[in-house]
């Protein structure tokens, strides 16, 4: 069951427990991979924000724009770099959190090949509210999995799994630079043409486990550092507490309908 395409896990160097815990679960679906170690935001020099960043962008928005926030983003964008300097035709990108069905992964080559020139699809997405895919867009991928455009790309959110062709690389890591967006901006990134079309997979073949991103996504604060050492300790009951929450954050974020345009 091997793939042709290149797997990339974005991953803190540091991060063995959860390293382990995906390399099993990747190796007994059969999926090759190779990691990506990830930037850590708050290890970034001054002189490396400067070069990287919009500086005026992230003191109007510091919450979204966090050190955190940027790393991530700075992972998605040395990985676009490393797919053109390979050369590589496509690729497909997961975070350290994710858990793969195995039933799709004979057709991770079938989505990538099915891509335009420009094109990225997602193999997981959440939404504020229900995403709206729009049903005359569809593209059969293998019984029950199928593409479609989102109605409204502003919509989808997460950089948990997806694949992406090489021209979207290279037009998408210009866009970037200076970093003034996070990485799931996709909407953001779609109107100052940073890629030409954007494509959900449904249902979704990737999920993500319960478990708090090791690159502290959002937040510096306290409330922040709080929810961090609550996690790192599994304190109880508020460990539990944040599992509870999370887990139905998560499952409200996961809703889709099929409408026509």
């Given amino acids: 069951m091997a793939n042709d395409i290149t797997v990339f896990i974005v991953s803190l160097k540091n991060s063995t427990d959860r390293r382990a815990q995906l390399a099993k679960h990747l190796e007994h679906i059969g999926l090759k991979f190779e990691w990506f170690d990830a930037t850590y ?16 962008a992230i003191k109007e928005n510091p919450v979204w724009l966090s050190r955190s926030a940027i790393g991530c983003a700075l992972s998605h964008y040395f990985i676009y770099k490393e797919v053109i300097r390979r050369n590589l035709p496509y690729a497909l990108i997961l975070e350290d959190d994710i ?9 991770i080559d079938t989505v990538a090949k099915q891509l335009q020139k420009n094109e990225i699809a997602a193999l997981y997405y959440q939404s504020w509210d229900p995403i709206r895919l729009i049903g005359s867009t569809v593209v059969d991928i293998h019984k029950p999995y199928k593409s479609y455009i989102p109605q409204d790309i502003y919509q989808p959110i997460s950089t948990a799994g997806y694949i992406i062709t090489k021209d979207a690389c290279k037009t998408f890591s210009e866009a970037m630079i200076p970093l003034r967006r996070t990485a799931d901006s996709w909407g953001q990134y ?14 979704r073949p990737v999920d993500t486990v319960d478990a708090k991103s090791t690159i502290e996504y959002i937040g510096d604060n306290w409330k922040s550092r709080l929810m961090q050492w609550v996690d790192k300790n599994k304190i109880f009951p508020l460990y539990q507490i944040l599992r509870k929450k999370r887990n139905l954050n998560r499952q409200s974020m996961m809703k889709a309908e099929i409408i026509d345009k």
Avoid: H
Avoid at 41 to 56: F, I, R
Avoid at 100 to 107: L, N, S
């Fill in 99 to 107: 858990v793969f069905e195995k039933d799709f992964i004979p057709y």
């Fill in 41 to 56: 935001g708050k290890s970034l020099t001054d002189e490396e924000m400067a070069q990287y960043c919009d500086l005026e």
């Fill in 190 to 203: 779609k109107q100052i043409g940073a890629f030409e079309n954007f494509r959900c997979v449904y249902p």
